[in-house]
């Protein structure tokens, strides 16, 4: 279990590596003008010189290589530099954000996580009965459907025509931060959270249903039959386990899908996460912001892979007792 | 312990037939019969080995006769047990509790489920745990090997776990599908022996195979499986010398292609479910056919203690 940790962290490591020069190259290259960012919309009003003298203070006039060194060595030592349209350091902007999209993330995770597996364990059981068509039906109109689209028909109905929740942002408009209380931001993630879980459980509901099809036309369920065991005591003696452990993995892998999908919905719901701060650096050519992003969300889908294999190594025996043996 | 005239069968299967509706092309549905009028029948405390090439549909005389074929086959023909014919209904309350399958290889055993507890759902009479114990300590299997998951077991006690799980049911009637496939002579033949100790406690045992040896080192009658049905069911004495006893052509062909009885090959092969010939299906390669033989299907008939599917045998 060390070792395979080493190995992973190892990996980790010169994955991160490869991430920070192929995005400091890349954005090296792009058209985003770094000056420009900084000074705003008074550009027309900066000389020639004074552009220099920005460029000067930044260090923004030295060679690629050189920049990238700079940058590389204040990131190791924690420094992810200052973000341009926040003025403020990169660690706390994304701090900030992060904590938000993660109360957000978490609560589609888990709902999509249960909602898809409950869903897609029952269509296997009753394979090729209606209950197991509609499944496949909803969760095929699901994973063709935009998120943005979903958020916005989501904002349409139950924000402008009902009015059960607001129409967007994290805290109510117009409150003092010290004023905002629990139930406010709860109140303000249902709505994002529920578009998220709703296309989320496409993925785990068909991949469980898939596997468990697979594990009843297996042998041993053969013969568990054969031993006068059905229904749900066959579930649950034998495709429970067989199934989680599946399922437990896509769910973990799919944090990068996750990301994915916040960044839309989190534009429509104008909610102030991590995502909509990559949408507004990218815009407005914040470098930092946008590398330290980019670090970031790398880090965050490379965990949950590792709890994915992780959860399989404890789980599964064959892994388990086949290394020790 | 021959044909037990006066006695009700353990199991006795009439004229079954299993076939399966298959999709040829896009929309075009076709019917193959796979199983046609197989007879068979077991008496308590008797081995029936039920013998016949690899893929000749003999797994699925078990699973017929279990109630668990798959979706898309059908049956016809009549399954009784103890006397009673067997409805869908009847099936699912005797299988695992009157009826046990013994499967071939630890494949059958979940593979996430320590072992124990795998044959302890078998029980259905009394404390599982200590019903489980007290089979694992006949079979010699120490209390270490409850815990193991399937993947751990070696190839022996694997074995012995399979025939556990038939063990600790209290079924009556256990079928065992293909148990000798890969392994050496010493474990063919500690296999065979947890057979002839279940049926010694009163099962009936029906042993489908396609290892002749083996059958007939246990067996108390021989049924021989050919392109989907029984054409000779002999008493396990017949099957000496040069092969006199028997009634079957099919049957004497197959003794005498044992290495010790002459090594004498049978030309041609089986025919596939879908390309069965008219009359005999044997009739094609059969040295004694006439012309009566390719226009009917012979009846099972019986013919010296012995049932058999031949116009010719005396």
Redesign the interface.
């Known amino acids: 279990m060390i070792a395979f940790l080493c190995k992973k962290l190892l990996r980790f490591a010169t994955l991160l590596i490869a991430l920070c020069v192929l995005s400091f190259w890349l954005v090296s290259y792009s058209p985003l003008d770094p000056i420009q960012a900084y000074v705003g919309a008074d550009m027309t009003r900066v000389s020639l010189e004074q552009r220099e003298a920005i460029a000067e203070y930044w260090g923004l006039n030295k060679p690629p290589v050189e920049r990238f060194l700079h940058w590389g060595s204040a990131l190791v030592q924690g420094d992810m530099g200052t973000s341009m349209i926040f003025r403020r350091p990169v660690a706390d902007v994304i701090g900030e954000r992060f904590m938000a999209s993660l109360a957000l993330m978490s609560m589609a995770w888990l709902f999509s996580g249960i909602l898809g597996f409950v869903l897609g364990a029952i269509a296997g059981m009753k394979q090729d009965t209606w209950v197991d068509r509609l499944m496949k039906w909803y969760c095929f109109t699901l994973a063709s459907t935009p998120t943005f689209w979903l958020g916005m028909l989501m904002v349409i109905v139950f924000a402008v025509w009902l009015g059960w929740f607001p129409v967007g942002l994290g805290v109510p408009a117009g409150v003092l931060a010290e004023q905002v209380t629990l139930a406010d931001r709860l109140y303000h993630l249902i709505l994002p959270a529920l578009t998220l879980s709703i296309l989320g459980v496409a993925n785990v509901a068909l991949h469980t249903r898939q596997k468990l099809v697979d594990i009843l036309a297996s042998?041993?369920v053969?013969?568990?039959?054969?031993?006068?065991?059905?229904g749900f005591l066959l579930f649950w003696?034998?495709g429970l386990?067989?199934v989680a452990?599946p399922a437990i993995t896509i769910q973990f892998a799919s944090f990068s899908e996750l990301i994915g999908g916040t960044v839309l919905a989190e534009q429509v719901f104008s909610y102030p996460g991590l995502g909509q701060a990559t949408v507004q650096a990218g815009l407005r050519s914040d470098l930092p912001l946008l590398l330290g992003i980019v670090i970031c969300s790398a880090l965050f889908v490379f965990i949950g892979n590792l709890v994915a294999d992780i959860i399989y190594r404890l789980v599964?025996?064959?892994i388990r007792?086949?290394e020790s043996? | 312990m021959t044909t037990q005239s006066g006695e009700t069968p353990l199991l006795e299967v009439q004229d079954l037939c299993v076939s399966f509706v298959q999709y040829t092309s896009c929309l075009r549905q076709s019917t193959l019969q796979v199983i046609n009028n197989l007879s068979v029948s077991i008496y308590p405390g008797e081995i029936v080995a039920v013998v016949g090439s690899s893929g000749s549909g003999k797994s699925l005389l078990a699973h017929a006769v279990l109630g668990i074929l798959p979706g898309n086959a059908s049956f016809s023909g009549v399954i009784s047990y103890d006397g009673q014919a067997l409805s869908p209904k009847r099936q699912a309350e005797l299988r695992g509790r009157e009826i046990a399958l013994i499967p071939q290889s630890v494949n059958y055993l979940d593979p996430l489920m320590r072992v124990g507890k795998q044959v302890q759902t078998s029980v259905h009479a009394g404390n599982p745990r200590s019903r489980q114990r007290e089979v694992f300590e006949r079979y010699q299997l120490s209390p270490d090997v409850d815990k193991l998951f399937p993947f751990q077991l070696s190839g022996g006690m694997a074995r012995r776990v399979l025939v556990s799980t038939a063990l600790v049911s209290g079924a009556r009637l256990v079928i065992a599908d293909e148990p000798t496939p890969g392994l050496d002579d010493a474990a063919v033949a500690e296999t065979l022996d947890y057979f002839r100790d279940l049926a010694d406690q009163g099962c009936g045992v029906m042993l489908i195979t396609h290892d002749i040896e083996a059958a007939l080192k246990i067996a108390d009658r021989i049924a021989v499986f050919y392109a989907g049905s029984t054409v000779e069911i002999a008493p396990v004495q017949d099957f000496a010398g040069e092969g006199e006893a028997l009634r079957h052509p099919y049957t004497k062909a197959l003794w005498r292609a044992l290495p010790q009885n002459g090594f004498e090959p049978m030309p041609g092969s089986q025919p596939l479910p879908h390309e069965l010939p008219a009359g005999c299906v044997f009739q094609p390669r059969c040295r004694q056919a006439t012309s009566e033989c390719s226009t009917e299907r012979p009846a099972m008939r019986t013919v010296r203690e012995g049932m058999v599917r031949c116009i010719h045998a005396t």
Do not use: S, V
């Open positions: 042998d041993y053969l013969f568990a039959r054969a031993r006068g065991e059905k003696r034998h386990r067989n452990i599964d025996p064959r007792k086949g043996a």
